[in-house]
């Protein structure tokens, strides 16, 4: 029942950017690529190579079936080395090579296109090809801060590499449905993922001036009102006693 559920989950993904019209832009990170709507053409689907920027490494992500399973699997390849990294579902995965060619991060969802994601580092560390998971840090930090139906984490992905360094910018976003207040607003980290530490925090305001052009749709379009004025984003089924105007 459960594979069930998962393949109709993906087979109505796939549908909906089937043929000519597929949609290809990245969801959170501008520069990344949208690897999941290039991996579905029509219901079947394709490998997709993602080369770094000096041409000497690839990501090849291809989505892969089992009786009991689906995954997506990437395997790097070239003067990165050769590994394989199952990163789930995928669904909506997008994928960002350092500008050093040396690293990338993944955000990735195993429900539905507007999450839950989670991030994924690759990079060297202690000298060895290693996955590592950003996702708890920052839901952590970001904790629940606003009123919702249910408890809800948040949705964590990639935004773009900090200049010069393996450090990135990541975004905590409150998931973009109507269970909590201020659905869809975000907050900024950097993080080096090398100390698994964050270094510096920003709010939507703030990561709207600093990373604006690093911003994928989701996020250049979070709604600032929330932000400037909380009770412009209350839901009345999470605050009965009020009378909410907007």
């Not at 000519?20 to 997709?48: C, H, I, M």
């Amino acid at each position: 029942m459960f594979r069930f559920v998962r393949g109709c989950t993906v087979v109505l993904l796939a549908a909906s950017v089937a043929s000519a019209q597929v949609k290809t832009d990245p969801f959170y990170s501008k520069a990344a690529t949208s690897v999941w709507d290039r991996l579905w053409v029509g219901e079947n689907t394709r490998p997709v190579v993602v080369v770094s920027p000096d041409g000497r490494s690839r990501a090849t992500a291809a989505y892969t079936e089992s009786d009991d399973d689906e995954n997506v699997d990437v395997v790097l390849s070239g003067a990165v080395g050769m590994w394989k990294v199952n990163i789930g579902l995928g669904v909506g995965a997008e994928l960002l090579w350092s500008p050093d060619s040396k690293a990338l991060f993944i955000t990735t969802s195993d429900g539905v296109r507007n999450g839950p994601y989670r991030l994924y580092v690759i990079d060297r560390f202690e000298g060895e090809l290693e996955k590592r998971e950003l996702t708890d840090l920052i839901v952590h930090r970001f904790g629940h801060p606003v009123k919702c139906q249910a408890p809800e984490d948040p949705n964590i992905a990639g935004i773009a590499w900090v200049p010069g360094s393996h450090r990135l910018w990541v975004a905590a976003e409150i998931v973009h449905h109507s269970i909590c207040d201020s659905y869809g607003t975000f907050r900024a980290y950097e993080v080096d993922p090398q100390k698994m530490a964050i270094v510096r925090s920003l709010n939507q305001i703030e990561a709207k001036r600093i990373l604006g052009g690093e911003l994928g749709p989701e996020l250049a379009d979070a709604p600032d009102k929330c932000i400037l004025r909380p009770s412009a984003c209350y839901l009345p089924w999470n605050h009965p006693d009020l009378h909410l105007h907007q």
